[in-house]
C-alpha cells in the first residue's frame, strides 16, 4: 500500500462513524503504517479516540511503533481539552515514539487548532498533512462538527428558564445584568457584544465580559430604556460589527453633547427635544444588523413594576419611552 492509500483508509475510517451528535463529536479515522502493511485500523469510539483506540491494537500485536506512521483525519487533541491531562493523543502518540503522524485537517475549534501539530512536534515527531482534495472529503464528513466548533457556542442562561420567545415581565426599565456560557473563548481581536431590538430599532449594548475565576462563564449589562417587547442578542461582531459598533458609540456621544450644550443655551420647552437622548440603528426588517454574527437570542417584556403582566395578544401598539442608556 501507498502513502495515498493509507490516506484514504483513515478517510474510510472517519466516514464508518456515527456520531450522536455530529455538532459535538467529530467522524475521525485512524490507520497505522508499518512499511507498506497496515498494523491497525480504528474510529472514534464513544469515549476512545480513534488514535487511541489504533495504538492499542498495535500495542496488543507488538507493533514496533517507532517505525510506523500514523495517519489520522483529525489534529490530534492535547492535555488542554482533555478531561484528564495526560489523555491526550498527542502525548500518547509522543510515548508511543511514532515515525511520524500524517493529520487530515487541523483542528477546527480555533483555541485549540495547530496545538496538536505543535506538541508533537515539541515530542520530535514528525508531521505531514493530507493533500487538500483528501482534506476535502474529511470536511464534507464533518460539516456539521465544523461549523459548531468555529462558532463562539455562546448561550445565554439567566432569564432562561423560560421557551423561547415567550414574554417574561422584569420588574422595570434600567439595567439588567445578562450571563451565559461560551463553548469555545473567544479569541484575541473578536468581541462578543449584546444588541437589544425594540420595533424597527437596534440598540449596540456592551461586551460579553468573562466571569472572573470562570473558564467560559459572561456577563453584560443591558440598558433597558423603555417598556414593551425587547429582543436581546448576543453575537460575534464581524469587521463591520465593529465598525457599526464604534460608528453609533461616536455618533451617540456627539449627539447627547450637543444636546446639552443645546439645553443651556435654550430652555426646554422652546426647543421639545425628544426625552431620551439615546438613537437607535433603524432597520427595515427583524433582522439583526449584518455586522452581528448571533449566536443566541432572548424575548423579554418589560414592564412597569405595578402593571400585571401582559400577553402579546393585548401588548399595547408602540409601546414608547426613552430608548437604552449607555
Ligand atoms: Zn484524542
Request: proline share 7%; aromatic share 6%; charged share 25%.
Amino acid at each position: 500500500m501507498t502513502h495515498t492509500d493509507f490516506m484514504t483508509l483513515a478517510i474510510t475510517m472517519a466516514s464508518g462513524c456515527k456520531p450522536d451528535d455530529p455538532k459535538t463529536t467529530p467522524c475521525v479515522g485512524a490507520a497505522i503504517a508499518l512499511g507498506e502493511e497496515v498494523v491497525a485500523l480504528a474510529c472514534r469510539g464513544k469515549e476512545d479516540h480513534a488514535e487511541k483506540i489504533a495504538l492499542d491494537i498495535a500495542y496488543g500485536r507488538g507493533v514496533d511503533l517507532t517505525q510506523a506512521v500514523v495517519y489520522t483525519t483529525l489534529e490530534p487533541c492535547v492535555g488542554g481539552v482533555r478531561r484528564q491531562r495526560n489523555e491526550s493523543c498527542a502525548d500518547r502518540l509522543i510515548a508511543a515514539k511514532v515515525k511520524k503522524v500524517v493529520v487530515g485537517i487541523h483542528d477546527p475549534n480555533i483555541s485549540v487548532c495547530g496545538k496538536g501539530f505543535l506538541r508533537l512536534q515539541e515530542g520530535r515527531i514528525d508531521t505531514e498533512l493530507f493533500p487538500s482534495n483528501l482534506a476535502e472529503q474529511i470536511k464534507r464528513l464533518n460539516r456539521d462538527f465544523i461549523l459548531a466548533q468555529q462558532r463562539i457556542g455562546a448561550r445565554i442562561t439567566s432569564h432562561k428558564n423560560h421557551k423561547d420567545g415567550e414574554f417574561i415581565p422584569i420588574p422595570s426599565g434600567g439595567e439588567i445584568e445578562l450571563k451565559g456560557t461560551w463553548t469555545n473563548p473567544p479569541s484575541d481581536g473578536e468581541r462578543l457584544c449584546a444588541i437589544v431590538r425594540t420595533g424597527t430599532q437596534w440598540w449596540p449594548q456592551h461586551e460579553l465580559k468573562l466571569i472572573a475565576g470562570s473558564t467560559n462563564e459572561w456577563s453584560t449589562v443591558i440598558n433597558i430604556g423603555q417598556y414593551g417587547l425587547h429582543i436581546i442578542s448576543i453575537g460575534k461582531l464581524n469587521r463591520l460589527g465593529m465598525a457599526l459598533f464604534d460608528y453609533y458609540s461616536t455618533v451617540s456621544n456627539v449627539h447627547i453633547r450637543w444636546r446639552a450644550d443645546l439645553r443651556r443655551k435654550y430652555s426646554d420647552p422652546h426647543l421639545k427635544l425628544e426625552p431620551s437622548p439615546w438613537i437607535g440603528i433603524e432597520l427595515s426588517g427583524s433582522e439583526p444588523p449584518k455586522g452581528i454574527d448571533i449566536e443566541d437570542s432572548i424575548c423579554l417584556n418589560v414592564l412597569p413594576p405595578t402593571i400585571p403582566p401582559v400577553t402579546p395578544a393585548n401588548q399595547p401598539e408602540g409601546a414608547s419611552g426613552s430608548g437604552p442608556r449607555h
